[in-house]
């Protein structure tokens, strides 16, 4: 028997529902992911402009002859730029100043930062002021900080030196950027007395993260604040120092700041690190903008280098605890 109109009516809404809703689900993930594309295109825009482009435009501009006296001469030159850097007789200087300046001054960072995170843990009188008394100088300009302490550790008329000869402990003012030692030194300090309200801040942040019952435990098994301290608070915040040491490793590696205020990399180049020397290629060699590139690069590479043996010397240390 032949079906009727109504039955014919009636089959057609429901296949054409089940045609329909597998594109209606396509093409509403296609709005949703387009959505989700432009809002990321600024971002994306902004990072590439800033990060990306840069990158490569130096890895280029390491490999060619571009000053600003021979803009209409560039070419390619190999790797010329690389020869120079490395075979000047300051290179092997300049790589030793750079292990001390980053090795002293991410030590003593964490250490003191660790220790002002301790102090700071447990709440007590005027600890607000207190703390937005330590964290101020990391509100503060890097080259501002290395000019006010330029003046500080000044020979003739420093406040460091006026201190020391009233309290006896010398006569006359000490040349501190006159001393390759001194100079160096002096760096290191200001570097870490700027440093230390990050790590403080990093460590502060994961020690109020661990629970109370974990210490209650390790009390009640008999543990004293030094086996605590080691059993307990370290591995916890064992991955946030990991990360923070790395941070601060690739920042103060590129932070000529504070270096260039009070120095400049003297004297006799006593504090000139990788970045200061970029720096100085730039300003004192013809504004060399390829053989500065070179270095660039070459920070980047050793970076890259130390950033993949840190973490697998780190996941080695985890995975045997």
């Not at 990093?202 to 009390?219: F, N, T």
Request: proline share 5%; net charge positive.
């Amino acid at each position: 028997m032949p079906a009727s109109k109504n039955e014919k009516g009636a089959k057609a809404p429901f296949s054409s529902s089940l045609e329909t809703r597998p594109f209606r689900s396509f093409k509403k993930k296609s709005r949703r992911f387009f959505f989700l594309l432009a809002l990321f295109i600024p971002t994306f825009s902004v990072i590439g402009f800033l990060t990306i482009y840069p990158t490569v435009r130096g890895f280029i501009l390491s490999f060619q002859n571009y000053t600003v006296f021979n803009i209409r001469r560039i070419r390619f030159i190999g790797l010329q730029n690389y020869e120079k850097v490395i075979n000047s007789g300051d290179f092997g200087l300049i790589l030793w100043n750079t292990f001390l300046w980053i090795f002293f001054s991410v030590l003593f960072q964490m250490l003191l930062g660790l220790g002002l995170a301790l102090l700071m843990r447990k709440p007590f009188k005027g600890r607000g002021i207190y703390t937005g008394f330590v964290f101020y100088p990391w509100a503060l300009s890097g080259f501002a900080i290395g000019l006010i302490w330029r003046w500080l550790f000044d020979g003739s008329f420093g406040i460091i030196n006026d201190i020391l000869i009233r309290l006896g402990f010398i006569e006359t003012g000490i040349g501190f950027f006159s001393d390759p030692t001194l100079a160096m030194l002096a760096v290191i300090i200001v570097n870490i007395w700027y440093g230390i309200p990050f790590f403080a801040i990093m460590i502060l942040a994961a020690l109020q993260g661990i629970p109370k019952d974990v210490y209650e435990s390790a009390w009640m098994d008999g543990a004293n604040p030094i086996n605590s301290f080691f059993k307990v608070t370290l591995p916890y915040i064992r991955p946030v120092l990991v990360n923070t040491i790395l941070l601060r490793v690739i920042w103060v590696m590129n932070f000529p700041d504070i270096i260039y205020a009070m120095t400049r990399g003297g004297p006799a180049k006593a504090t000139e690190i990788l970045s200061v020397y970029m720096i100085n290629i730039v300003f004192y060699e013809n504004n060399n903008f390829s053989k500065a590139s070179a270095v660039g690069v070459i920070i980047i590479s050793l970076l890259m280098v130390f950033t993949t043996f840190y973490y697998l010397i780190s996941n080695t240390k985890k995975m045997e605890m």
